[in-house]
């Protein structure tokens, strides 16, 4: 199992949420709102100087599942123009 956490503009919610249902990905954790800075997305912090909001979803993932989420992130990074999207993986130790 992989655990990722996907950082990503949040006008991506839709085509993420897309990906989840059409690959049969239905747990998840959604966190609305994160703040942050990134080279690909720029800086989000929800204010007049720096505008936008980012999001964040943090799944556990089986190899193949995790195979696909990592291929749509990769692809959708070679787009240009793009929305900024980080995908970071850690290995699952332990779920209870």
Do not use: H
């Amino acid at each position: 199992m992989e655990f990722v956490m996907l950082v990503c503009s949040n006008t991506l919610k839709e085509d993420l949420e897309q990906l989840f249902r059409r690959n049969q990905i239905s747990a998840f954790t959604q966190m609305p709102t994160v703040y942050g800075s990134g080279v690909g997305g720029g800086t989000r912090l929800d204010t007049e100087v720096w505008p936008g909001l980012n999001m964040m979803y943090i799944l556990a993932l089986p190899p193949e599942k995790y195979a696909i989420v990592k291929d749509w992130v990769v692809a959708y990074r070679d787009r240009k123009p793009r929305e900024g999207v980080k995908l970071f993986s850690l290995a699952l130790k332990e779920m209870l």
